[in-house]
């Protein structure tokens, strides 16, 4: 799968880089009680630590929300996927559980305070870039509701986009029937390609722990 980043985004966005994985042969179903246990342990520890704590004194969390800005988009009302899920935390209105592909994706941005987006690729037609968007693009996102994409950092394939930092499709969304996806992990533009490489080698590797198949990685940008 050809996958790449708009020269635009990269001049706007100096350091900026993703990790992509794609994966053939899975198996999502609901989580395993070990992962259901881990999400929940995590919030709870994570909402004490909060409490003591701005949202904006964690790195990855700042670094995204200036990526916002960069891009044109405001971070105060356009707030990336990660922050979302730290702010559900901060109110103790816990993630529950929703499949084991997307529990370990919430799981993981938690962990790593960036956003990560995992797609079906059965309803992605190739090739994919990583860009802007457009004035005039919008699609149904997972919150229920018609989102504009301008000025967006979207993924987008021969039918336009299909996911994003800030929320994902629902034509994209993994389910139980998902056998084949991609994964994308925003990286922070401060980390080092190794770095990056490291990281996203790391989450395949869980992945492929919970869902069995077969997964291929690497870090595009710069």
């Excluded at 990269?10 to 395993?32: A, Q, W």
């Excluded at 901060?90 to 995992?118: H, W």
């Excluded at 693009?137 to 986009?161: F, H, P, T, W």
Aim: net charge negative.
């Amino acid at each position: 799968m050809e996958i790449s980043i708009s020269p635009e985004l990269l001049s706007l966005v100096p350091g900026f880089k993703m990790g992509v994985i794609t994966y053939k042969d899975i198996d999502v179903g609901s989580s395993p009680q070990m992962l259901k246990g881990r999400l929940q342990l995590f919030q709870e520890s994570l909402f004490f630590d909060l409490e003591e704590k701005q949202l904006s004194d964690l790195k990855g969390i700042s670094e995204w929300r200036s990526i916002f800005k960069k891009t044109g988009k405001d971070p105060n009302r356009y707030r990336h996927s990660a922050e979302a899920l730290y702010r559900r935390v901060k109110k103790q209105n816990y993630i529950q559980s929703i499949n084991s592909a997307t529990d370990l994706n919430n799981f993981l941005s938690l962990k790593y305070e960036i956003p990560l987006g995992i797609y079906d690729t059965s309803q992605l037609i190739e090739d994919i870039m990583i860009r802007l968007g457009s004035e005039d693009e919008v699609y149904e996102g997972l919150n229920g509701r018609s989102n504009s994409l301008y000025q967006l950092i979207i993924s987008a394939d021969k039918k336009g986009g299909f996911g994003s930092p800030y929320v994902d499709s629902l034509r994209s969304a993994v389910t139980e029937s998902t056998r084949n996806a991609l994964h994308l992990i925003y990286l922070r533009p401060s980390i080092t390609m190794d770095e990056g490489q490291l990281l996203t080698q790391s989450i395949m590797n869980m992945f492929i722990q919970i869902h069995g198949g077969v997964g291929e990685c690497r870090v595009i940008g710069e």
